[in-house]
Nanobody, 126 residues
Framework: QVQLVESGGGLVQAGGSLRLSCVASGPTFSNYYMGWFRQAPGKEREFVASMKHSGGLPRYADSVKGRFTISRDNAKNTGYLQLNSLKPEDTAVYYC???????????????????WGQGTQVTVSS
C-alpha cells in the first residue's frame, strides 16, 4: 500500500509562504485521490484541500481559498500544497492523505482516506 511522507513545514512570519511536499512510495500514486488536512492543538483534524488522481477538480476549504494551492506531479509521485499569505490561525500540523477513488465527489472527511503521512508542523508568527 502507498506510504506518504510530508516535508516543507517550518516557522514563518504572517504574510509569508511555505511549500509542503508529500512523497508517495509503493503502488502507483496516480491511482490515488489526494487530500491535505491540518490539525491545531485541541482541535479536530480539518480539511484543507483535495485533488483527483488525474490532477483535476482541486477543491479548498473556505478558510484557505485564494491563499493555498494544491497540485501534484504523478511522474514524481509527489503532491504539493503551496501556502501563501499565511496567518497565525494557519498554525497546525499538516497531513497529506490518499485513497483510491476515481469518482467526482469531493472527499472532505478524514475517514474517507485510507493512507496518511506523519505530518509536518507549520507555525505562523504574528
Amino acid at each position: 500500500q502507498v506510504q506518504l511522507v510530508e516535508s516543507g513545514g517550518g516557522l514563518v512570519q504572517a504574510g509569508g509562504s511555505l511549500r509542503l511536499s508529500c512523497v508517495a512510495s509503493g503502488p502507483t500514486f496516480s491511482n490515488y485521490y489526494m487530500g491535505w488536512f491540518r490539525q491545531a492543538p485541541g482541535k479536530e483534524r480539518e480539511f484543507v484541500a483535495s485533488m483527483k488522481h488525474s490532477g483535476g477538480l482541486p477543491r479548498y476549504a473556505d478558510s484557505v481559498k485564494g491563499r493555498f494551492t494544491i497540485s501534484r506531479d504523478n511522474a514524481k509521485n509527489t503532491g504539493y500544497l503551496q501556502l501563501n499569505s499565511l496567518k497565525p490561525e494557519d498554525t497546525a500540523v499538516y497531513y497529506c492523505a490518499a485513497t483510491v477513488y476515481w469518482g467526482t465527489q469531493v472527499l472532505r472527511m478524514p475517514d474517507q482516506y485510507d493512507h496518511w503521512g506523519q505530518g509536518t508542523q507549520v507555525t505562523v508568527s504574528s
